[in-house]
Each structure stands twice: as structure tokens, then as C-alpha cells.
């Protein structure tokens, strides 16, 4: 019990020294006397200066002139042709998937993802890459609606610039 009252008693005397060390512009109010008793004997008395609870943070002063953001000017689009139909998004036709050349992804990425997420093989891969490299566009396969736009997002998803175009198909 003593020595549990001295650890407080310590506690409270270094916060108040270091709180009145830090309060400079404060000068003490009044002076304060801190006892600890065990069983009825008096151990120590401590003299402190009581301490002034201070604002932890002070209002800085506004600042001008510093960097401004600017929004970007929106202009209005005016529709001049007609609008597009929609598309038919039905699954009895085909729909192919088209990767286009870039130069943010490197040959390397462009041929694991064809392989990961489509599920061709690495040659198969290798060759629909290089196409789209040299040419600029290789079509990656044909697939029914919802397929083909599930392998486009995710393709899209990896980085990977392409599109979907229905297939015309001879009848």
C-alpha cells in the first residue's frame, strides 16, 4: 500500500513538474502541498507549484497565397447523329474478344493474363500477343454474350486495353 501511494505520489509530482516546465508564459498560481500517509505516519511532504491546464494546440493564423486547385471545365456535348442501336446481347450469336497493342503492359503480362484468365495455352497466348504487338489487334476468341464480357472485363480489369464486337456471321 505504501509503495503503491509513493509510485502515485511520483507520478503526480513529475507530471506537474514537467506540465509547469512546459507552460512558460504561465507563471504558478498558488503552491500546493502533497502528503502521503501510511498508516498514520507521514512520509514525505512534497512542495509543487500547482499548474495551469494550457490549450494543447493553438489556432494558427490562416495562410494565403498558397496553391490553388481548379476544376475542370465541363463542356456540353450536342448530339448531332442519330443514336446508336443497341446492341444484341442475346447468346445465340457469337461475340469476339479483341486485345489491342499499348505501351503501358508489357508482352510478358499481356501473355500470362490471355493464359490465367481465358485459359489459353502459353503458345496459343504467345501467338495471340504478338499479333496484337505487331498489328496492333488480334482477336483472343468467340464466345457467347455473357462469356465474352466476362473475359473482357476481367481482361480490362489486368489493364489490358480490348473490346467486344458481335460476329457477323454467314447465314
Not at 475542370?72 to 448531332?80: C, D, G, H, N, S
Not at 510478358?108 to 493464359?115: G, K
Not at 504487338?133 to 489490358?160: C, F, P
Amino acid at each position: 500500500m505504501v509503495c503503491s501511494l509513493r509510485i502515485i505520489g511520483a507520478c503526480v509530482a513529475f507530471i506537474a513538474s514537467t506540465t509547469s516546465a512546459l507552460s512558460l508564459s504561465t507563471p504558478p498560481v498558488r503552491s500546493v502541498d502533497v502528503t502521503f500517509a501510511a498508516e498514520s505516519t507521514i512520509s514525505s511532504i512534497v512542495k509543487r507549484d500547482a499548474f495551469v491546464m494550457m490549450p494543447a494546440v493553438q489556432k494558427a493564423p490562416l495562410k494565403t497565397g498558397g496553391p490553388a486547385v481548379l476544376d475542370r471545365p465541363v463542356a456540353e456535348r450536342k448530339q448531332t447523329k442519330e443514336p446508336t442501336k443497341k446492341k444484341n446481347t442475346s447468346g445465340d450469336s457469337g461475340w469476339e474478344v479483341r486485345i489491342f497493342n499499348d505501351g503501358m503492359n508489357t508482352r510478358e503480362h499481356v501473355a500470362r493474363t490471355l493464359v490465367q484468365i481465358v485459359g489459353l495455352s502459353e503458345v496459343a497466348a504467345y501467338q495471340t500477343m504478338m499479333q496484337a504487338h505487331q498489328n496492333g489487334m488480334s482477336a483472343v476468341g468467340t464466345w457467347i454474350y455473357e462469356r465474352a464480357e466476362m473475359y473482357r472485363d476481367a481482361l480490362k480489369k489486368s489493364g489490358i486495353v480490348c473490346d467486344m464486337v458481335p460476329v457477323e456471321e454467314d447465314r
